[in-house]
């Protein structure tokens, strides 16, 4: 497939954009051990620890987003910004020439610009990879340009003026959350027969999230007919205190559980009936790689509303439920909370509507485009 082959990963920022990446490039070398693997991206951001952790060389280009706010501050960093992209051009290009890759592909973030922008320059064969529905600004500019276009899912392509038809692909998702056994992983947990809720904000936690979340806990737990997992996120360590202060003590109740961050997605997702969360492409995909229900409470201070609209490609297929932040309360995230599991039969609809959804050789898929490119003379 990709034997021999050189190929070189753009992609940083967020694990959404690193970890797909990783997964693919992983796939690579586990078939393929004598491809060569670059990867680039910045110094700052997460690609600089988690891809050498990976065991894949690594390689920077000096490059930051421009502001879209206008202040004077801000004017001041775009120029700045400016001035880098412009370095950056350079470094990618140096790069590029030193690397002689066969294939370059495109996983998101900054840092894809200039170098894809490069590779496609240079005639070298090129791919991205878009993840969410509504395409961010860079990824929208490359398109036209690049030699494939691979997306999550279809409904980002009418957002697209893509140079060749786009492919669908899906995103790719860790083995473990797959293969992850359901009676197991309650086993494990302690769990009876009782509904699990599973509910988090991301790693550093939402504010709107936690607050809502633990007016539902305290509306719900002294009833016991389910279970609560709740990740309350770095900035959310206030969580258990403002529990207690309700009257919902978690270190005496068993069925409710709290903390800072899980660490064991996989088990906590296989054991989990309903999951409620940000809409973040790599967490939609997880969910219908398992076929599970959810609540989706979008960002709303992300790029382009993409959250917004990741969030209702399930809900349009009938495998999600959305509440805007600007509508959650408490009560209404209770109230959204008992209809599901009052209705076991929506639940489990809810949940195979997802499993529909998903793609199950997502990796495959996007390797062998890759490998299409790399023996091919675009």
């Given amino acids: 497939m990709l034997s021999g082959k050189r190929i070189l990963f753009a992609t940083g920022g967020t694990g959404g954009h690193i970890n797909p990446a990783l997964a693919v490039a992983g796939y690579i070398r586990r078939n393929a051990p004598d491809a060569q693997i670059l990867f680039v991206g910045t110094a700052e951001k997460m690609e600089a620890k988690l891809v050498p952790a990976a065991g894949f060389d690594f390689k920077t280009i000096d490059i930051s987003g421009f502001q879209r706010s206008l202040s004077w501050t801000n004017i001041k960093r775009n120029i700045g910004t400016l ?12 790069i590029l020439r030193d690397f002689k890759p066969d294939v370059v592909v495109g996983f998101g973030g900054y840092v894809s610009g200039p170098v894809l922008r490069m590779a496609a320059k240079m005639g070298i064969p090129t791919a991205i990879h878009e993840q969410n529905a509504y395409p961010g600004v860079t990824n929208k500019t490359l398109a036209k340009r690049v030699d494939r276009v691979m ?30 056994d359901r009676d197991f992983a309650r086993a494990e947990l302690g769990l009876d027969a009782r509904p699990m809720v599973l509910s988090m ?21 002294a009833a016991g ?38 660490s064991d997605m996989d088990r906590c997702l296989a054991a989990a009936d309903l999951v409620i969360c940000r809409a973040g492409a790599s967490s939609l995909s997880e969910f219908e790689a398992v076929g599970r229900a959810s609540i989706l409470i979008p960002s709303p201070n992300v790029a382009e509303n993409h959250q917004f609209h990741n969030a209702m490609a399930l809900v349009n297929n009938g495998a999600a439920v959305i509440i805007e932040e600007k509508d959650l309360t408490g009560d209404r995230l209770t109230a959204e909370v008992d209809a599901l599991l009052a209705d076991p039969e929506r ?32």
């Fill in 225 to 262: 007919d389910c279970w609560f997992h709740h990740a309350y996120g770095q900035y959310g360590k206030w969580v258990p205190d403002k529990l207690r202060e309700k009257g919902v003590d978690p270190d005496a109740l068993d069925n409710v559980t709290v903390r800072e961050y899980i």
């Fill in 201 to 221: 904000g991301g790693s550093l936690g939402a504010r709107a999230i936690n607050e809502a979340v633990v007016e539902l806990i305290a509306n719900k737990a």
């Fill in 347 to 378: 639940l489990r609809t809810l949940g195979e509507n997802a499993k529909k959804m998903a793609i199950p050789d997502t990796v495959e898929r996007i390797a062998s485009i890759l490998s299409d490119l790399a023996g091919s003379n675009i």
């Fill in 83 to 94: 001035s880098k992209l412009l370095r950056a051009s350079s470094q990618a290009k140096k």
């Fill in 151 to 180: 997306l999550t899912v279809q409904a980002a392509e009418k957002y697209l003026k893509p140079k060749n038809p786009c492919v669908l692909t899906g995103l790719p998702v860790r083995g473990e959350i797959v293969e992850a």
